[in-house]
Every structure is written in C-alpha cells, then in structure tokens.
C-alpha cells in the first residue's frame, strides 16, 4: 500500500511539473459513468478469462478457499502496474506524442516490465512471446484510458483477468489457489492455435466493443 502513496505522489509531480494538471486529469474521481467502466470490465474480463481456461482444461480439481490476503495482493498489484503505466506518464505521453505513438510506448513498457517480472529473460523465445502477449495486452488498457480518459476501465479489464487467472485458476506468481488443473484437454493443431489466439485476443475484442457501444468515436 505504501508503493501505491508514493506512486501517486510521484504521479502528482509529474502531472504538476508537465503539464500543471492534478490527478484528477487521470479520472479517478467516482461518476456513475466511471463505475459502469469498471464492471463491465471486471465482468468482461472475467468471462474471457474463464472461457480461455475452460477450453485449455476440461477437469478442475477444488484445492483451497480464497482467502482476503490474496485477493488484496492481486488488487495492490493491478493498481501498482495501472499507475505506473496508465497513469501519469500515459497521459503526458498522449499530450506530448499523441495517442497512437504513446500507447504504443506504453504497451511496449508494459511487456519489457513483463519479460522481467516474469524472469524470463534468459530465454529469447520465451521473453518475445511474453512480450508480444503482454504487450498485446498493454497496449489494449493504453487505449481504453485514452479513450474514455479515466483510470476505470483499464483497472477492471486488468482485475478482472487477474483475479480469475491467478486466484480461480492458479496461474501465476501465488500457486495454486482455488482450483488447479485435474486434466488436460489436449488440444493440437487448429484447435490448439485457435484456444492460443483466444488467450491473446478476447481481451482486446471486447475492449473494442465496449468503447464502440459506449464511447462511439474510437480514437487511435
């Protein structure tokens, strides 16, 4: 909790320093607007999340209740990571270069910063496939904060993955968690790529939608 004061500090020096804006230029402010953003991102992600894994595994073993310690631990790591790279230096990075060239930016960071949180970068094939996957993925939350200009919606389409991801289906830094693997599907071939493909683009197709539906105009 601590490194999130400081990292809104820091993001309030940068935003003052740059631009003379307070925080509130990064919509952290609750609006019923806002609250939308964060279900149906929370929900959405969610859903994809669950369907990538049923799909990869068709039997769940039930190892351990969730406990609240766990679950603030996911919610602390997605709000460190969304201010660090959805943050501050996202929105000065849009003012400064423009949307196209600072989400890219950001989402680039967002998979470097993976490479090495994940430490894989001892193995080149492992490391560009996390970057292309996370940076896929960074590059999905940049532009949900720059179009509907509000931390909200990148912060539930990020939870809502990694409280399923980590916490439902044990994938991830905490181990094994509410359910762990009984079975592989054993999927090959074109079905195999096709559950991959899923993994990669759900997030981002629903992201796309969600901004049509809601925000009409998607700005790139």
């Given at each position: 909790m601590v490194g999130i004061i400081v990292e809104l500090i820091i993001s309030w020096l940068l935003l003052w320093f740059f631009e003379k804006k307070h925080l509130t230029v990064l919509g952290i402010g609750i609006q019923p607007k806002r609250m939308r953003d964060l279900g149906y991102g929370l929900l959405g992600a969610a859903i994809c999340c669950t369907v990538y894994h049923m799909l990869t595994t068709i039997h769940w073993r039930l190892h351990k209740m969730i406990?609240?310690?766990?679950?603030?631990?996911?919610?602390k790591s997605v709000l460190f990571?969304?201010?660090?790279?959805?943050?501050a230096l996202l929105y000065i990075a849009i003012r400064k270069l423009g949307i196209t060239k600072a989400c890219i930016l950001s989402a680039l960071c967002f998979g470097i910063y993976h490479i090495f949180s994940y430490e894989v970068y001892g193995n080149p094939g492992t490391a560009l496939l996390v970057l292309v996957i996370t940076g896929i993925?960074?590059?999905?939350?940049a532009y949900a904060f720059a179009n509907t200009q509000t931390m909200y919606?990148?912060?539930?389409?990020?939870?809502?993955?990694n409280l399923i991801n980590i916490l439902v289906f044990s994938e991830g830094?905490?181990?094994?968690?509410?359910?762990?693997?009984?079975?592989?599907?054993?999927?090959?071939?074109?079905p195999s790529l096709l559950v991959f493909l899923l993994q990669i683009f759900a997030l981002p197709l629903f992201t796309a939608w969600y901004l049509k539906k809601f925000y009409k105009k998607v700005k790139l």
């Open positions: 406990s609240i310690n766990v679950i603030w631990w996911v919610l990571e969304e201010l660090a790279f959805r943050g993925i960074g590059l999905t939350l919606l990148p912060i539930g389409l990020h939870l809502g993955w830094p905490l181990g094994k968690q509410l359910f762990v693997k009984g079975s592989s599907a054993g999927l090959t071939g074109i």
